[in-house]
């Protein structure tokens, strides 16, 4: 097809008024065209169809109309594959095999070209129609039938359709001739200018030009480099020719040849002794050098008395461990002991105080007997003094218990006043508490963000010098760990990680998002194994703290990413996070992708958008989730909002985060101090309100004293002229013997009170040496841990030192091996050179003085030369006719070549000229071509009053499309993209059309090329194509649409094709649908 395509821009010129011109001899005009157009096509079992046509087209235009599914495009497409094209062309397979329809074993596509006129190809084989029939089978494979009219088979190779499509000017890849479905919607979305150049090139043929001529000069360099490899055998040629010359001229020199071969075999024998020699000398000294070298003896020993420093260290630590190990254990057991001793004598001085205040409690109670006697005693001794009138102490005494009540009454009334105070104080004192905790939580809280913030700026400031340490401080360290543990082989395969580490953005505006849909996955890291997790788990331990370690996930590495293709989430208008992020590792993709599903969340910039696309309707394909450019979480029922807003890892400008971190510090800086003043200022007075309260609860407790006394007062008044005067001698004698108890008890009381202080002595001390071995036994397990760190550093230590002395052990024995081996080499050397000596003193007694300059292979060249001649010479001793015959011959041979060389230069210098004379005609063609595609697009877009322009740039090969609508020429804004969809597929049209004018082909397809017009441009577009279908009445137009086509005017040349929607079942469906999603 490439040598078909470079000729057909030059032949299309002959083609376009072979047919325009109307002859004598044919009669009329013909109203269309002769050859190359598609009068029929027939499918069977082609894609999900199981029998479409056969359609029959009419010679000017064609209008395929139907609905989705019917059909549309799979005309297409057969028609591609039906006249030899490849199924990537189509745009809707990858192979063959993918349009034959599910279920069956192949597929059948006819297409019948028309084939009249003078230009018909091989009329008399082919007739007036020319039949290609293709079968493809379920496997890929398919053949080609050509028929003639009448239905006979006339070739199934495929070079005689490519000749038919050569001469019928028919290009198949080429958008101009059949622009697809998907062809047309790419083009109609594309906005790079350079996309819209190589349309241009392509449609125009100036792009299959360019490539020939670039062939041309690639086959002309290797021309020329085919001519300079001529010449540098012209030289072996030309010297070949001077050896015989040299033969021819020294035919008298022969003796004189073997003179000079004898002294030359002597001067080889010496030479050969000299190198030796030379050789045995240099053995010699790097021998001694070797010999002499004692570095690596040297570092061994260094090194070696470097472990025996740490493993003494080591056994020292062991020791200082195991005695404190013993030492603890010993503690521990008097540890228990004086627990059981504590809980001993804490029991004793319990039971002990139990006694003293029994004792006590007794003494207390005999004192308030005794003092009830005295009073009873002085009652006895007052009431005998009394008068026989008892009715002035009665009054007396019912005055005195009125005014009492009256007294308590008033007391009663202040101890209600006094507990409604101390309620409220209560409850205020209550409230200024709970205010206090809230203000002490929140200041807690704002401490901790001021922390965070504080130690992500120092994170920040760290990693200007190392981005690692955004990750956290023990990172680099850590991977440091890990390289070293991987170089001793503890792991089986590398970790990886962080994660976060190890992807990059494709633009850096997702950075918020991304972290918030990866978490705490961008600290992970990746093992291959559990018994790599467990190494690295071991290596974690050094640098984090329990608990507050980096996740690890355990998934076997594989050396590809997965194939998603049928999970992934697919929009046209939003990307996934699998398609925003880059790996270099794709165990990081893989991971990512198992945990987190990242080929089924989408990135949608804006939070409205999201909600839309996510919760009206139905969430996309596949999609489960979605985030936005802010890094809120939305589902298709709820939505959570991101709860920071700057990239701590991702992040690129470190600049302007250190400076927001700065400012938020001393935004907390200066919430703490206000919150500190505040806190201050509610403690005092929760302070105040305790004071307060406390000072109100004694009044109170007076108070309640006091109607105690006066309660007691009043009952001992009321009660005191009821009882009867006692005995005097009688209670004087119960008071003599209670006094007697009263000291019994006392006694007991200030014995027990001794006990008491001896038995808190001794708990006192008890406890006081049990806190102190407790102490003792924290202080040597805290000493214990640390000289345990040092431990493991030492015996890292000591397992480099141990891998150095291997290394070092291994070089040394190289060296040693090294230097047996050069005295064995230097041995046989010297062996070697005493045989040379004595073979060459046979050779030439006498030794023979050779230039330093002459080397042996100088002189076995020139020996072999020498035989080499003599061996002719001797062989042709006396024919001298034959060495004068060969050097005839080499003379005529060296100048038939050399004159062939000299030709092909000079046929390269012209082929240089006719080459930039063909690129100057190619630059003029090239700007004609695109001059009339100029003035071909301005006159269309006159047509809808529209402005616009085309810019080529053949140096930088753009294509540049501006576009003004009517009423928008003040705007300034002539852009496409500044379009509506309908503006941007009309400009598009006119560009086709454009095409179509400077271009040849036999007939035209446009699939769906109005989808995304309104029906105003719609209908200005159908009238241009009708146009132009008039006046290129000799061409044949095929349209694909979707939409109705009841506006077209009713003419014998428009040709409507109305596709039914065909039955299919449920399974067809949807193998119609993956095929149409696979392409």
């Given at each position: 097809?490439s ?9 299309a010129?002959a ?5 325009a011109?109307p002859?004598s001899s ?5 109203v269309?065209?002769?050859?190359g157009l ?7 079992h ?5 029998w479409?046509?056969p359609f029959?087209f009419g010679p000017?235009?064609n209008f ?6 019917s ?5 297409v497409?057969?028609?591609?594959v039906g006249?030899?094209?490849?199924a990537?062309?189509t745009n ?5 095999k993918d349009f034959?329809?599910?279920?069956e ?9 028309r084939?009249r006129?003078p230009?018909a190809?091989?009329?008399?084989v082919y007739?007036d129609c020319?039949s290609?029939?293709h079968?493809i ?6 053949t080609?039938?050509?028929?003639n ?10 070079e005689?359709?490519t000749?038919?499509?050569d001469?019928?000017?028919i290009?198949?890849?080429?958008p ?10 790419q083009?109609?979305h594309?906005?790079s200018e350079s996309d ?8 125009t043929l100036?792009e299959?030009?360019?490539r ?10 290797v021309t020329?480099q085919q ?7 012209l ?14 001229e020294k ?16 001067a ?5 002794v ?5 050789l ?6 790097d021998f001694?050098?070797?010999a ?8 061994l020993?260094?090194w070696q008395?470097?472990?025996?420093q ?7 630590i062991?020791s200082?461990v195991d ?7 010993t503690?521990s057991?008097?540890s228990l002991?004086m ?6 004598v804490?029991k004793?001085?319990k039971?002990?105080?139990?006694v ?5 409690n007794?003494?207390k109670?005999?004192e308030?007997?005794q003092?009830?006697l005295?009073?009873?005693i002085?009652k006895?001794?007052t009431?005998v003094n009394?008068d026989n ?8 005494q019912q005055?005195?218990i ?5 007294q308590?009454?008033q007391?009663e009334?202040n ?6 105070e101390?309620?409220?104080?209560h409850?205020?004192l209550?409230?200024?508490r709970e205010e206090?905790?809230k203000?002490?939580l929140e200041?807690?809280n704002i401490?901790?963000a001021?922390e965070s ?7 920040i400031?760290a990693?200007?010098?190392n981005?690692?340490?955004r990750?956290?401080d023990?990172?680099?360290d850590l991977l440091a760990?890990?390289a070293e543990?991987y170089a001793?082989?503890?792991f089986l ?6 994660i976060?580490?190890?992807?990059s ?6 950075a918020?998002a991304v972290?918030?849909?990866l978490?705490?996955f961008m600290k992970?890291?990746?093992?291959d ?5 467990a190494v ?6 050094r640098y984090y703290?329990k608990g507050n370690?980096?996740q690890?996930?355990?998934?076997s590495f ?7 293709h049928?999970?992934?989430a ?9 398609d925003?992020?880059?790996a ?9 992708i198992?945990?987190?599903g990242?080929?089924s969340i989408?990135i ?6 999201a ?10 394909k ?10 809120d979480?939305v589902?298709?029922n ?5 709860d920071?807003?700057?990239a701590?890892?991702l992040g690129g ?10 400012t938020?510090?001393a935004?907390?800086q200066a919430?703490?101090s206000r919150?500190h003043l505040?806190?201050?200022?509610v403690?005092?007075?929760?302070m ?5 309260l406390?000072?109100?609860?004694i009044t109170l407790?007076k ?7 006066v ?13 009867h ?10 008071a003599q013997e209670?006094r ?5 008890e006392?006694q007991?009381v ?7 202080n001896?038995?808190?002595k001794?708990?006192e001390?008890?406890?006081s040496?049990y806190?102190?071995?407790?102490e ?7 000493e214990?841990e640390?000289?345990?760190d040092?431990q493991l550093?030492?015996?890292a230590?000591c ?6 002395l291997?290394?070092?052990e291994?070089?040394?024995?190289a060296h040693e091996?090294?230097?047996?081996a ?13 045989e040379?000596v004595?073979k060459?003193s046979?050779i ?6 050779v230039?330093s300059?002459?080397s042996?292979?100088?002189?076995d060249?020139e020996i072999?030369?020498?035989k080499?001649?003599i061996k002719v010479?001797e062989?042709?001793h006396?024919e001298?006719?034959?060495?004068v015959?060969e050097y005839?011959?080499a ?6 070549k050399?004159?062939?060389?000299r030709d092909?230069?000079?046929f ?7 080459m ?8 003029i063609m090239r ?9 071909y697009?301005?006159n ?9 322009s085309m810019v080529?740039d053949?140096?930088n090969e753009t294509?540049?499309i ?5 009423g928008r020429?003040d ?6 993209r ?12 006119c560009?086709?059309l454009?095409l179509w004018e400077?271009t040849e082909s036999p007939f035209?397809?446009?699939d769906?090329f ?6 105003h441009?719609?209908r200005?577009?159908?009238?241009l194509l009708l146009?132009?279908?008039e006046r290129q009445h000799?061409?044949?137009f095929?349209f694909i649409?979707p939409?109705?086509?009841s506006?077209?005017?009713k ?5 409507i ?5 065909p ?5 067809e469906t949807?193998?119609?649908?993956t ?5």
């Open positions: 097809m040598k078909r395509k470079g000729e057909a821009l030059s032949k010129t083609v376009k008024s072979r047919r011109a002859s044919r009669g009329p005009p013909s269309s065209g002769d050859i598609i009068e029929s096509i027939t499918l069977k082609f894609m999900c169809h199981h479409l046509g029959k000017n235009v395929i109309v139907g609905n989705n599914g059909g549309k495009s799979a005309i497409t057969a028609l591609i006249l030899g094209g490849k990537t062309v809707r397979g990858m192979s063959l034959v329809k599910s279920g074993n192949t597929a059948d596509i006819t297409v019948k070209l084939n006129g230009d190809f091989k009329r008399g007739g020319i290609i029939e079968r089978s379920s496997d890929g494979c398919r080609c039938r050509l028929k009219k009448s239905g006979q088979l006339i070739s199934n190779k495929k005689d359709l000749a038919i499509l001469h019928f000017n290009q198949l890849d080429n101009v001739s059949i622009l697809s479905q998907e062809m047309c919607k083009f109609l594309s906005k819209k150049y190589k349309f241009f090139m392509k449609a100036l299959q030009m360019k020939d001529y670039m062939h041309i000069k690639n086959t002309k360099t020329r001519v300079e490899r001529q010449e540098e055998s030289k072996d040629l030309k010297q070949e020719f001077l050896q015989k010359k040299e033969r021819y035919l008298p020199s022969f003796s004189e040849m073997k003179g000079v071969l004898e002294n030359l075999k002597k080889m024998a010496w030479c050969l000299r190198e030796k020699e030379q045995v000398h240099q053995l010699k000294e001694e050098k070797e002499n070298n004692h570095k690596h003896r040297d570092n020993q260094l008395s470097k472990l025996t740490v493993e003494k260290r080591i056994q020292r062991e200082r005695g404190m190990r013993q030492e603890r254990e503690l057991d008097d002991k627990r059981e001793q504590v809980k001993v804490c004793a001085h039971e002990q105080e139990l003293y205040f029994r004792a006590l007794k003494l109670q005999s308030k007997e003092n009830l005295r009073e009873r002085d006895a001794k009431s009394l009138d008892g009715t002035t102490e009665y009054s007396k005055k005195k009125s005014s009492l009540k009256e308590l009454a007391l009334t101890c209600s006043k006094l507990n409604q101390i309620k409220n104080k409850l205020a209550f409230n200024g206090r905790d203000l002490r200041e807690r401490h901790a001021y913030k504080l130690r992500r700026k120092n994170q400031l990693s200007r010098s981005t690692l340490k990750f956290g023990q990172v680099p760990s890990i543990a001793t082989g503890r395969k590398r970790p990886v990680g962080p976060g580490a190890c992807i953005l494709k633009d850096p505006v997702w918020v972290e918030c849909c978490r705490s992970a890291f990746c093992c194994n559990y018994k790599d997790e690295l788990q071991e290596l974690m331990c703290p370690r980096p690890i996930i355990v998934s594989s050396e590809k990413v997965y194939n998603i049928g999970r992934k697919h929009h046209p208008e939003c990307l996934s996070v699998l925003i992020i880059t270099t590792n794709p165990v990081i993709i893989n991971c990512l198992d945990m987190r990242i080929e989408l949608i910039k804006d939070k409205d958008k909600r839309r696309v996510m919760q009206q309707g139905q969430p996309p596949n999609c489960r989730e979605a985030f936005t450019a802010e890094g979480q589902f298709s709820r939505y959570y909002t991101c920071f807003s700057i701590k890892y400008d470190l600049e302007t985060e250190i400076s927001m971190l700065e938020d510090l935004n907390h919430k703490l919150f505040h806190v201050t200022s403690t005092e007075g929760i105040n309100m305790e004071r307060h406390d000072s109100t609860v407790k108070t309640l004293v006091s109607v105690n006394q309660r007691a007062s009043i009952t001992e008044l009321e009660t005191a002229g009821k009882e005067i006692d005995d005097l001698n009688t209670l004087e004698e119960v209670n007697q108890k009263m000291e019994v006392n007991t200030h014995e027990a009170r001794k006990e008491l001896k038995q808190r001794a708990a001390e008890v406890e040496k806190s102190a071995v407790r003792r036994i924290h202080h040597l397990y805290e214990t640390v000289l345990k040092e550093k030492l015996d230590e397992a480099r030192h141990e891998h150095t291997t290394i070092l291994t070089k040394l024995k091996d090294n230097v047996q050069m005295e064995i080499e230097l041995a046989e050397r010297e062996e070697e050179l005493k040379c004595v060459a046979e030439s007694p006498e030794r023979q003085q230039s300059s002459t042996t292979r100088t002189i060249t072999t030369r020498l080499r001649q010479y062989s042709n006396g001298q006719e034959q060495v015959r005839a011959e003379l005529a041979l060296y100048r038939e050399t004159n062939q060389v092909l230069r000079g390269i210098d012209q082929l240089d000229n006719i930039s004379d063909r690129q100057n005609r190619y630059k700007r004609s071509v695109s001059v009339r595609c100029k003035l697009f301005n269309f877009l006159i047509k809808m009053n529209c402005c616009g080529f053949h140096n294509l540049s501006s576009v003004t609508p009517p020429e705007d300034g804004v002539s852009d496409m500044s379009l509506s969809g309908g503006e941007r597929s009309f400009s598009t049209v560009f086709m454009s400077i035209r397809c446009l769906e109005d989808v995304y017009m309104d029906m441009n719609r200005i577009s159908l009238d146009e132009l279908s000799l061409r044949q095929i649409t939409i109705t086509t506006n077209l005017p003419t014998s040349l428009i040709k094709h109305q596709l039914q929607d039955e299919r079942s449920q399974s949807m193998d119609e649908e095929l149409m999603t696979e392409t």
